[in-house]
Nanobody, 122 residues
Framework: QVQLVESGGGLVQPGGSLTLSCAASGTISGINAMGWFRQVLGNERELVATFTNIATTNYADSVKGRFTISKDNAKNTVYLQMNSLKPEDTDVYYC????????????????WGQGTQVTVSS
């Protein structure tokens, strides 16, 4: 089992910045990808930014140039630096740790954090 603990959400004005953190613990040997997803009300969670394999990053088009994902391997922690925040970035952000190996089922190992609320409003 993998436990994911998120922090860093909150209320920020448009144009402001926030940094989200996600610390992983437990049996993480099967995990090779971590990242952030968000869930628009009633819809499927969508990718925001992820690390896959060793250092490949993926970003949603809507956040490219504004958000940056980074990681500290020694701390098993992934960060999401969010700049130039917009009201439409308001959402619950979920950390996800999963497996993405060639020749293996995607999300064979799949773990979610509890979510952290980000609200962008004046």
């Amino acid at each position: 089992q993998v436990q994911l603990v998120e922090s860093g959400g909150g209320l920020v004005q448009p144009g402001g910045s926030l940094t989200l953190s996600c610390a992983a613990s437990g049996t993480i040997s099967g995990i090779n990808a971590m990242g952030w997803f968000r869930q628009v009300l009633g819809n499927e969670r969508e990718l925001v930014a992820t690390f896959t394999n060793i250092a490949t990053t993926n970003y949603a088009d809507s956040v490219k140039g504004r958000f940056t994902i980074s990681k500290d391997n020694a701390k098993n922690t992934v960060y999401l630096q969010m700049n130039s925040l917009k009201p439409e970035d308001t959402d619950v952000y979920y950390c996800r740790a999963y497996s993405d190996y060639v020749g293996r089922p995607l999300y064979e190992y799949d773990y979610w954090g509890q979510g952290t609320q980000v609200t962008v409003s004046s």
